[in-house]
């Protein structure tokens, strides 16, 4: 028996900060927390280090800034929970996937190293880099042609945001950078690295972003196949894979000073911020969806049978909860679209009326639509601004609006692209259903919680109830239980998400006559999928290409 | 011989004003202009006279504010020329169509009266009242399985906006106002009616509104197998027909009394505002396509024989000049597409740099459009915001917009809304080529011409050299060529072409580059078109037939 309450930390690196959050282990209660935001934010236009000119669609990051927030969070979050840091027994990290970087043997990023600094190559490429998309395709047709056995494993494309397709662009394109590295390392498991002192790889960012399958990566003649140079590159990868929730070592003497926590607490196996979030909302078990919805939304299942569900992005064994299938889908843009809307196509009357009521502009497009009955807009949106990933796997397919007259107002544009990410993830949910693997809850987290309506209509689109995770923070809350399992204090994830998950039940409920109405419009929904996403996505692809190519002449 | 320079008058009657221009008989020399804005404007979502909602797609005015177009434009004109009123020798009048209203015996408006006024059909229903469209699909649809003869006069389909069209749903919607009205009359005649105290139906709007060909109407025995009760219609159109450039009469005691003229001055039969235009133009020959490019486009061109065009509006004989086939098509949005997008579509920062600059939203966004490569916005959008007229004749059609990602700007959108209207226009032309009316050259005239960077898109994207009308007021300027024949200035309209047409060759010709590109967006144009317009046409019939329901079932 401890004498005291004992706590633990949870640390969830998102895409433009961290957030630490500290809990009282035995129920889950959330204490304090607190965000550091990384100073170097993403990379998109040009490599800090040297102010050189990033190509299009390059995404990188500082690894020191992911210090950074152990070292300012940690402690802040253990400040605001007001609790003696001697209590917390245990630390644990999710990342953002697949986000991943070129290091030494002893865990040191090149990019810190001045003969490699100025090598775009050698900084951390975030998951949404997606200048590897020849390399996916590459990656994806050569499966195919070969009858790989795990390519339907990942609904049979590989993503050019994944770890295969990001190392082969490296190769390719700065082979002293990719002769340098001893190591290609997720985030995800290289802070585990620097807290624990011990280079492990966690079973889901292995099997969902690294191909790792049936316990093997894909093989050396595979490999070979793509490019003789890159046949060695699973060597660059740790061989130690580790089991979620497993401890992964005590934290170091380095890391205790930057956290202000006790030497030699446990520090748990690396994990991915979707993927923890489960358990945070106490799914451990088949028949529930879990969505986390913000910019992009990402959808996780579990499953005690293997199923091929078409789109998904993948499924792990072990890649959610130990010893059960682990399903992952998504939707690449949902929120981002919400705010491109409000950045690039909102007049500036809606502006002026959000500011005279004191709220924000999406909260006055989402009441002002809510107002209407369903179909009254006359609209449907095809949600792919940022291509679709499940589940047609394309990201040079984009968004559609239909239905559009002189009448149309801003609101009910806003509202159709609400609804079409609501249709989104019903096509998403009718694909797992399809394959065997039932859906019969879904559980929301994230930022778009707090848009009820938005909730609201969501239950209504896909006709189930809706429960919510009861946290703001459901990714450092889903890693907080890992540390108390990996520090002890229960005996497994199962355990330790009856007693700290956070969930309220059917919070929405759908109603049956918006549903009913809403059938139809999924109808034509679906008739518009099909058609712009298989009978004629070439009309999509064709725009890209011109588009792409009219860019490069605009360049000369 | 006259002793004094002697002076015509044309009133151009808009959608939303009505302007009066004074013209030098002679060599048609424009001395002085003047508008009057309608005070109730378009009524589309309520009816000014009870403040009752009106219905989705409706459109009406007030004949009230035509008669003060009379009272305030056209003494105006007169004064900013500084001519002596006795000097004008004869006034002419032009109009939208098909605009028309229900009237008593002598011309009495029905909604003048106590008895109707609250009754919406008992008001002006304008060209883009929409709300017929099941009407007008009945019409099309019986006249096919008859084999009507005149079906194929227009273009194999008979617009909602049309006489029959209205005049069918007024009968079914409100049996009162049907029986009360001895007349359902164009606007473009009523107002003559006013202006010369006679009853009279131009050959124009009689052929290409009220399906008059070959000297009648359809029979009475097809009516009635549209509606028993709609049988006798046709006894309530004017049974005299007049050719364009007659004299309808002489200016009334009480139209003097409005305009300021003299008592007594030649009257011209009416016409309607893009087939004015021509003449205007100088356009008296085949071979050359009139665009009146505004918030709509409407086509115009002259043939020696009689064609079928597919999907054009209709072909009448002396419906623009005597004794040539007249042709028309349109596009129901164009300019109006352009006002909703700035209205609707583009935010705060764009107005504001704009004001910063000292020009309008919209030379701002066709300035950062134009600086772009053909295709860099990656869009494709379908100019259908107020349904389709030519090639597709349907009211149920709706606007698309496709491509849009994350980095779209407010401009690329403009952008491909102006060269969706181009590719529209395209459409037409292709579709009169294909019927043997070759089109050789593009004139243009109306507000549009204005955007410069927009007509070299149009001439890039139809491929031909672009002349445009040297007038700012080109239908007000071919009526009053008509108001000099009817006077006896000139003997017909195509001397007087010659002495008063103003017209300026070839400004703008194709890029050889930018029309190759334009060819490729073009087919893509052209895919999405065939798809929405033919393939699964009942996409967007669902769309409007469920927007229509959900809004009734809001009013309950």
Redesign the interface.
Known sequence: MHPSPQHVIGVDFGTLSGRAVLVRAEDGEELGEAEHVYAHAVMSSELAASGAALPPNWALQDPDDYIEVLRQAVPAAVAAAGVDPATVVGIATDFTACTVLPVLADGTPLCRLDAWREHPHAWVKLWRHHAAQPQADRITDLAAARGEPWLGRYGGRISSEWEFAKALQLLEEDPGVYAAMDRFVEAADWIVWQLGGVELRNECTAGYKGIYQDGRYPGEDYLAALNPQFAGFTDKLSPAIAALGGRAGGLTASAAGWTGLREGIAVAVGNVDAHVTAPAAGITEPGRMMAIMGTSTCHVMLGEQLAEVPGMCGVVRGGIVPEQWGYEAGQS?VG??FA?YV??????AY?EQARALGISVHEHLTALGAA?????????ALDW??GNRSVLVDHEL?????????????HE?YRALIEATAFGTRKIIDAFNDAGVGVREFVAAGGLLKNEPLMQCYADVIGLPISVIDSDQGPALGSAMHAAVAAGVHPDIYAAARAMGRLRRDVYEPDAERAS?YD??YA?YG??HD??GLS?RE??R???A??V???R??DR
Chains 1, 2 share one sequence.
């Open positions: 843009g981002d679209i491109w950045e690039a196509g909102v007049p500036p502006h209407q009955n369903v179909g009254e807009h006359g609209l449907i601004w940022s984009s968004g559609v609006l239909v239905g559009m007259t002189l009448a149309t107002r801003p544009v109405a139809e419009l034509l008739r518009l058609h712009f004629d009309l999509m064709s725009l890209a011109i588009r190519r009219a860019a002449e605009a």
